[in-house]
């Protein structure tokens, strides 16, 4: 009996999990196979446990499930920390990658201000802080053209890298990106015989549950429109004191932007509403923001029986622009 026990205890040592654990010692303690320890060692002539061997049984079965809970419980932390170790060495590769990156780096927060001359490119990198959708566009007076490559392929739909989809004749490509993934951004003029300034500017899409945040810097709030809802109020409240792109987008509808101040005033000129300063249709207004004041912006269709979605959101201004439009 007791090499069976022994056996059974030593069957449990090999296993992995205390539950397994237990299993083997119920097994032992009714009976090995099927048949009752009692049965078996009446079977062989030999008396029958006595009450302190039975006690000592179930001391030894409590003391061996605990240890093989103790196993089972630094095996996990054994795996775990393996695991931290090795996100922790992943981590440290990527920023190495990231500060040793060959391009200089593209944010959502700032547009890049550049001239191009000829067959020049201009090439930036751009790691996403969320997984979500992104948007990145031109704005300049020649007509340029846009690839966007992860991982040496381009992302950009065939015929689309001179899509002219933003204002004008440039570029403006919506893409879902993978947050801490490496995206290359080429811009280069379509004809090599000319010059020209132009800025590229990214931006991020806020999840939906983000809505009814207040906006951040760089990151565009996408909301439907419709006779039901025919308004969108959002605020924003800048870090930094300076001029700030204030700007809307929608696929096929017209939108029109209110800026008021924290004094309650409206701070877009008489008819400059719908000015379509922005993409098609759209809105783009530049204004002077104050650290800390909160500043209400609101979007609406020009036709309120319209609906659809459209976006909003606010990127930092290098400078006064020049009217795009």
Known sequence: MKTKLMTAAALMILFNTAGQAEDILFNAEEGWSGVSIGNELSGAGEPDLTEEERRQFREDKRRLVAAAKRLEEESRRLAAEAARKAAEEEKRAAAEARANDIYPEIYVTKGKLFTLYDDEHITYSFYPEISGWH???????????M?????????????????????GNNELQHKYLEAGERYVVQVYLEYWTVHGSMLLNVRAEDPVEKLWDPLTLGYAKKVWLAPTR??????????????????????????VMEI?????????????????????????????????????????????????????????????PINMS
């Open 135 to 145: 948007i990145f566009q031109t704005y300049g007076f020649k007509d340029s053209v």
């Open 147 to 167: 690839e966007i490559y992860h991982n040496g392929q381009s992302i950009v739909n065939a015929g689309k890298s001179d899509g002219d989809d933003g204002i």
């Open 260 to 320: 008021y101040h924290p004094d309650g005033y409206s701070m877009v000129a008489a008819g400059e509403s719908d000015g379509d300063r922005g993409v098609g249709n759209e809105e783009l207004q530049v204004k002077r923001f104050e650290a800390g004041k909160t500043y209400t912006i609101q979007v609406y269709m020009q036709d309120l029986d319209d609906e659809g979605f459209a976006w909003v959101h606010v990127w930092r201004s290098l400078r006064e």
């Open 230 to 255: 025919t308004h969108f109020t959002t605020k924003f409240t800048p870090k930094e004191s300076g001029w700030y792109n204030i700007e809307t987008f929608s696929d096929d509808e017209d939108t």
